[in-house]
């Protein structure tokens, strides 16, 4: 079993839908992180929890609504997405928030939107 | 200027070969440093933290220079499994870590 597990692994949605990312570790992290990754570029942090508390919000647009209801769990819930946030969602997790510590990444979301 | 910039490559190198990536970053008081790797279709995975003395584990070996703002990564030996992506990452304090887009690097029989 992997530590950080998402699902699902692909996802097809319509511009007019909503849907929602699962990420659950299983390392008794303090911190999760949600990252986008595109072709070609670096991958963009979005979102930061430390202790189920949002504390990182990088400018990212409001259709994507992050929750954290512990520890354990995040989710990404998206709505009325745009052709060009199709990506690679990855989740991550570790020990404390920020810093030096190490980031365990789940297998990511593969997200096309058409 | 790219706040975390590496050659993308590809590095295509035989087998047993040494390959060296480089990496340079923006802000002077960036705090740590790491090398991951992500394989074809994969997730990232930490390789190797950078620490300001040098740090060697097996046949890799990264280096830090805080005067020039880079960080380097040599690959000694190089093996068919050492194919994949290698993103330098660089933390600039709290929660503001920086990806690199990624060298690839393809080792060949």
């Known amino acids: 079993e992997t530590g950080v597990t998402q699902t699902p692994r692909h996802l097809v949605m319509g511009m007019t839908n909503k849907k929602s990312l699962k990420c659950e570790q299983h390392?008794?992290?303090?911190?999760m992180y949600w990252y986008k990754q595109s072709a070609k570029k670096p991958l963009e942090l979005m979102f930061v929890?430390?202790?189920?508390?949002?504390?990182e919000n990088n400018s990212v647009p409001s259709r994507f609504s992050p929750e954290c209801p512990n520890s354990s769990h995040l989710f990404l819930h998206l709505h009325t997405l745009q052709p060009e946030d199709s990506a690679l969602y990855l989740c991550?997790?570790?020990?404390?928030?920020?810093?030096?510590?190490?980031?365990?990444f789940g297998q990511g979301t593969r997200l096309t939107v058409v | 200027r790219k706040e975390v910039e590496q050659d993308p490559g590809p590095f295509n190198v035989p087998e047993g070969a040494t390959v060296a990536f480089n990496c340079t970053y923006s802000?002077?008081?960036?705090?740590?440093f790491f090398w991951y790797r992500q394989d074809c279709r994969k997730e990232p995975k930490l390789l190797m933290s950078?620490?300001?003395s040098g740090n060697e584990d097996g046949r890799f070996t990264a280096q830090l220079n805080r005067a020039s703002q880079y960080i380097s990564l040599l690959i000694r030996d190089s093996k068919l499994s050492d194919s994949a992506t290698y993103l330098c990452?660089?933390?600039?304090?709290?929660?503001?870590?920086?990806f690199g887009a990624g060298t690839r690097l393809f080792v060949k029989a």
């Open positions: 991550a997790s570790s020990q404390v928030a920020g810093g030096g510590a190490e980031a365990f």
């Open positions: 990452v660089v933390n600039e304090g709290g929660f503001k870590t920086i």
């Open positions: 390392l008794g992290h303090n911190a």
């Open positions: 802000n002077s008081a960036s705090q740590s």
């Open positions: 950078v620490y300001s």
């Open positions: 929890y430390s202790l189920e508390e949002r504390v």
